[in-house]
C-alpha cells in the first residue's frame, strides 16, 4: 500500500537483512547507541564512505534523546554561567540545524522575558543586556536575522500579548528573544538515523549489547533470545547515560530533566515562550514553551537522580510543585496541579570535567561532551546535548577515521536530513502546515496515504492532527514495532494519557494493517 519504499527506511525488513550483513561481515565502525549521538556518528561515519552498523537497545530516541525541552539553542544559559565554550559551541551548530541540516524541523520560537515589578530592576536590566550579548552569539555564527530575529524590548501590552498568561500589569516591561524550536525531538533523532540507513548503514534495534571491546560486540537478540556477536575495526560507545556501563573510571551524574503538560488554553493560548527566573538558582530558569496541537510544556528540573530508569524516569511531586510554583510568580490566573494533563521526564548523562563550579547540584555539572580515545578500548563518548550532537559525533569519528586510515574529513555541516528543502520549497508542498513541519518533503506522500484507505486518512480521534497515515508511516518507515513505540515516540500521544487512551483502539488496528503489509 505504502507508494515508493527507499533505502532511509526502517523496519523489520532493513532489520533483517542488516543481521544477516553482520552474521559474515565486519564493519568498519560499529555505534552502540540509537539516541541523538549514536546517530549522528552512524551518519558522520557513513557520509565518509565507512562501513557502518548502529545497535539500539530498545526503540530509538527511548533514552535522553526522545525526552528534552524539543529546543535548539544557543546556550543563554551557559553565557549566564560564564561557560563560553558551551554557549559558542551551541550557537554554530544552531545555525548548521536551521539553515542546512534540518530546516523542516526546526522553526524559530520567541521567548518573553517579563520583567516583574516584584522583581529587583537591577535582575531585569540584566536580562535585557544578557539578551543582546545572546543576539551578538548569533551574528557572530552568521545566522540571518531572517531565520532568528533581533531581540525586542516590550510594552507591558506587548508582553500580554505573546504571553497572555502573564499580566500585563505585574510587570513593567519586557524582552522577546529568539532562538529555535524543534517540533519533536524524537524525530530530529529518527531524521537523522534515516539519513545513515540511505548511505547504506545497517540501523538494528532491539539488541541490548552485553559486551563491548575495541573491535567487537556481543548482545541479546530480546525478540528471538539469540546470542549474537559482531566485530568492526573501531566499536564506539555512545550510550549515553549508560556509557560507565562500558566505560571504566567514567565519571557521569544523571540529571532528571521533568517537563509537565498543560492545555495552551490553560496559560492562554501563548504566542512565545516565556521565562521566568528559578528563585534562588543563579542562571537557572524554567521555560512555558507552546508546542504543536495546543499543548504547552512547562519545564524543566535539573535534579541529580541515580535511583531512575533511563528509559522510564518518574515525575515526583516535588518536581511537579517546583515546577508550578516557579511559573506562577508570573501568571494571573496560576495553574494548579489539576491543570497538568501529563508529564515527562528524561535523564541528562552529565560528565565530570574540570570546569565545574558552584553549589547547585547537577545543574552546576558542565554540559561539554567528553570524548575518551584510549587505545585497547571502544571510544567513548558521552555528555553534551541535543543541539551539538552533530559536532560531538564530528570529534568521535574523527577519532575512528584515524584508527581504520580513513582521511576523508567531515562534511555533515550541510547535509539535509531525509525530508529537509529550503522554507520557501516547504511552503509550496501541497499538505496541511503541521504535517509539513514534521514531515518535511515527504509531507506529500503521508497525503498520498491516505487518499489510498479512509482508514488512514482520518485522525485518531476527534480533535487530533494525527491520522492514521502518520501510524503507517511509523512502521513502514520509521521502526516502531508496538503501539507502545508509536505512542511514545512516533505521536507523543503518551505524553497526555487521555489522549493517548482515546487514540489507542483505532492505533492498535492500523499498527497491525501495516505489519501485515509489512510482512
Same mark, same amino acid.
Given at each position: 500500500?505504502?507508494?515508493?519504499?527507499?533505502?532511509?527506511?526502517?523496519? =523489520?525488513?532493513? !532489520?533483517?537483512?542488516?543481521?544477516?550483513?553482520?552474521?559474515? =561481515?565486519?564493519?568498519?565502525?560499529?555505534?552502540?547507541?540509537?539516541?541523538?549521538?549514536?546517530?549522528?556518528?552512524? %551518519?558522520?561515519?557513513?557520509?565518509?564512505?565507512?562501513?557502518?552498523? #548502529?545497535?539500539?537497545?530498545?526503540?530509538?530516541?527511548?533514552?535522553?534523546?526522545?525526552?528534552?525541552?524539543?529546543?535548539?539553542?544557543?546556550? $543563554? +544559559?551557559?553565557?549566564?554561567?560564564?561557560?563560553?565554550?558551551?554557549?559558542?559551541?551551541?550557537?554554530?551548530?544552531?545555525?548548521?540545524?536551521?539553515?542546512?541540516?534540518?530546516?523542516?524541523?526546526?522553526?524559530?520560537?520567541?521567548?518573553?522575558?517579563?520583567?516583574?515589578?516584584?522583581?529587583? !530592576?537591577?535582575? @531585569?536590566?540584566?536580562?535585557?543586556?544578557?539578551?543582546?550579548?545572546?543576539?551578538?552569539? *548569533?551574528?557572530?555564527? @552568521?545566522?540571518?536575522?531572517?531565520?532568528?530575529?533581533?531581540?525586542?524590548?516590550?510594552?507591558?501590552?506587548?508582553?500580554?500579548?505573546?504571553?497572555?498568561?502573564?499580566?500585563?500589569?505585574?510587570?513593567?516591561?519586557?524582552? #522577546?528573544?529568539?532562538?529555535?524550536?524543534?517540533?519533536?525531538?524524537?524525530?530530529?533523532?529518527?531524521?537523522?538515523?534515516?539519513?545513515?540507513?540511505? $548511505? @547504506?548503514?545497517?540501523?538494528?534495534?532491539?539488541? +541490548?549489547?552485553?559486551?563491548?571491546?575495541?573491535?567487537?560486540? +556481543?548482545?541479546?537478540?530480546?525478540?528471538?533470545?539469540?546470542?549474537?556477536?559482531?566485530?568492526?575495526?573501531?566499536?564506539?560507545?555512545?550510550?549515553?547515560?549508560?556509557?560507565?556501563?562500558?566505560?571504566?573510571?567514567?565519571?557521569?551524574?544523571?540529571? *532528571?530533566?521533568?517537563?509537565?503538560?498543560?492545555?495552551?488554553?490553560?496559560?492562554?493560548?501563548?504566542?512565545?515562550?516565556?521565562?521566568?527566573?528559578?528563585?534562588?538558582?543563579?542562571?537557572?530558569?524554567?521555560?512555558?514553551?507552546?508546542?504543536?496541537?495546543? *499543548?504547552?510544556?512547562?519545564? #524543566?528540573?535539573?535534579?541529580?537522580?541515580?535511583?531512575?530508569?533511563?528509559?522510564?524516569?518518574?515525575?515526583?511531586?516535588?518536581?511537579? /510543585?517546583?515546577? %508550578?510554583?516557579?511559573?506562577?510568580?508570573?501568571? &494571573?490566573?496560576?495553574?494548579?496541579?489539576?491543570?497538568?494533563?501529563?508529564?515527562?521526564?528524561?535523564?541528562?548523562?552529565?560528565?565530570?570535567?574540570?570546569?565545574?563550579?558552584?553549589?547547585?547540584?547537577?545543574?552546576?555539572?558542565? +554540559?561539554?561532551?567528553?570524548?575518551?580515545? =584510549?587505545? @585497547?578500548?571502544?571510544? /567513548?563518548?558521552?555528555?553534551?546535548?541535543?543541539?551539538?550532537?552533530?559536532?560531538?559525533?564530528?570529534?568521535?569519528?574523527?577519532?575512528?577515521?584515524?584508527?581504520?586510515?580513513?582521511?576523508?574529513?567531515? &562534511?555533515?555541516?550541510?547535509?539535509?536530513?531525509?525530508?529537509?528543502?529550503?522554507?520557501?520549497?516547504?511552503?509550496?508542498?501541497?499538505?496541511?502546515?503541521? $504535517?509539513?513541519?514534521?514531515?518535511?518533503?515527504?509531507?506529500?506522500?503521508?497525503?498520498?496515504?491516505? =487518499?489510498?484507505?479512509?482508514?488512514?486518512?482520518?485522525?485518531?480521534?476527534?480533535?487530533?492532527?494525527?491520522?492514521?497515515?502518520?501510524?503507517?508511516?511509523?512502521?513502514?518507515?520509521?521502526?516502531?514495532?508496538?503501539?507502545?513505540?508509536?505512542?511514545?515516540?512516533?505521536?507523543?500521544?503518551?505524553?497526555?494519557?487521555?489522549?493517548?487512551?482515546?487514540?489507542?483502539?483505532?492505533?492498535?488496528?492500523?499498527?497491525? #494493517?501495516?505489519?501485515?503489509?509489512?510482512?
Amino acid at each position: 500500500m505504502m507508494p515508493g519504499a527507499n533505502r532511509s527506511w526502517i523496519n =523489520n525488513a532493513s !532489520r533483517t537483512r542488516a543481521l544477516e550483513h553482520l552474521a559474515s =561481515n565486519h564493519v568498519e565502525v560499529l555505534v552502540v547507541g540509537g539516541g541523538i549521538t549514536g546517530a549522528g556518528i552512524a %551518519l558522520d561515519a557513513a557520509r565518509r564512505g565507512m562501513s557502518v552498523a #548502529l545497535i539500539e537497545s530498545h526503540d530509538f530516541a527511548s533514552g535522553t534523546s526522545g525526552y528534552s525541552s524539543k529546543l535548539i539553542h544557543g546556550g $543563554l +544559559r551557559y553565557l549566564a554561567k560564564g561557560d563560553f565554550p558551551v554557549a559558542w559551541e551551541s550557537a554554530v551548530e544552531r545555525r548548521w540545524l536551521m539553515e542546512s541540516i534540518a530546516p523542516h524541523l526546526i522553526r524559530p520560537l520567541g521567548f518573553v522575558i517579563p520583567d516583574a515589578k516584584i522583581a529587583p !530592576r537591577l535582575e @531585569g536590566a540584566l536580562a535585557g543586556f544578557g539578551t543582546l550579548i545572546y543576539d551578538g552569539l *548569533r551574528r557572530a555564527t @552568521g545566522l540571518s536575522s531572517r531565520i532568528l530575529p533581533r531581540p525586542q524590548l516590550l510594552s507591558p501590552a506587548a508582553v500580554h500579548a505573546l504571553a497572555p498568561g502573564v499580566a500585563a500589569k505585574s510587570v513593567r516591561r519586557g524582552w #522577546l528573544y529568539w532562538d529555535g524550536q524543534v517540533v519533536d525531538d524524537a524525530r530530529l533523532v529518527l531524521g537523522v538515523l534515516r539519513t545513515a540507513a540511505s $548511505l @547504506g548503514a545497517h540501523v538494528i534495534r532491539d539488541l +541490548r549489547v552485553t559486551e563491548m571491546t575495541e573491535t567487537s560486540m +556481543r548482545g541479546l537478540d530480546t525478540r528471538t533470545g539469540e546470542t549474537l556477536d559482531f566485530k568492526a575495526r573501531v566499536v564506539i560507545n555512545a550510550t549515553g547515560i549508560w556509557a560507565h556501563d562500558f566505560a571504566n573510571n567514567l565519571s557521569m551524574t544523571p540529571s *532528571r530533566g521533568t517537563h509537565l503538560v498543560v492545555r495552551s488554553a490553560a496559560v492562554g493560548n501563548p504566542h512565545a515562550a516565556h521565562t521566568v527566573a528559578a528563585p534562588g538558582h543563579f542562571g537557572r530558569y524554567v521555560f512555558v514553551l507552546p508546542q504543536p496541537g495546543g *499543548r504547552t510544556y512547562i519545564g #524543566l528540573t535539573d535534579e541529580e537522580d541515580r535511583t531512575a530508569d533511563g528509559h522510564h524516569p518518574s515525575v515526583p511531586e516535588t518536581d511537579i /510543585t517546583f515546577l %508550578l510554583e516557579t511559573v506562577n510568580r508570573t501568571l &494571573s490566573v496560576p495553574l494548579s496541579p489539576e491543570d497538568v494533563v501529563g508529564s515527562f521526564a528524561g535523564l541528562r548523562p552529565l560528565v565530570h570535567t574540570n570546569h565545574q563550579n558552584g553549589n547547585d547540584g547537577s545543574a552546576d555539572i558542565s +554540559r561539554r561532551h567528553l570524548l575518551r580515545d =584510549n587505545p @585497547g578500548e571502544p571510544i /567513548t563518548v558521552a555528555g553534551g546535548k541535543l543541539t551539538t550532537y552533530r559536532k560531538m559525533a564530528e570529534e568521535a569519528v574523527d577519532a575512528a577515521a584515524k584508527r581504520i586510515g580513513n582521511t576523508t574529513p567531515c &562534511s555533515t555541516k550541510h547535509l539535509p536530513l531525509v525530508g529537509a528543502a529550503s522554507r520557501a520549497a516547504l511552503g509550496r508542498i501541497n499538505a496541511p502546515k503541521p $504535517l509539513v513541519e514534521a514531515y518535511g518533503t515527504e509531507a506529500a506522500a503521508l497525503v498520498q496515504l491516505g =487518499n489510498t484507505n479512509p482508514l488512514l486518512q482520518e485522525p485518531l480521534f476527534a480533535g487530533s492532527e494525527i491520522t492514521g497515515a502518520h501510524i503507517y508511516f511509523g512502521v513502514l518507515a520509521e521502526g516502531a514495532n508496538s503501539v507502545e513505540d508509536l505512542l511514545q515516540r512516533r505521536t507523543r500521544l503518551a505524553f497526555v494519557p487521555e489522549d493517548a487512551h482515546k487514540a489507542h483502539s483505532r492505533m492498535s488496528e492500523i499498527f497491525e #494493517l501495516a505489519k501485515a503489509d509489512e510482512a
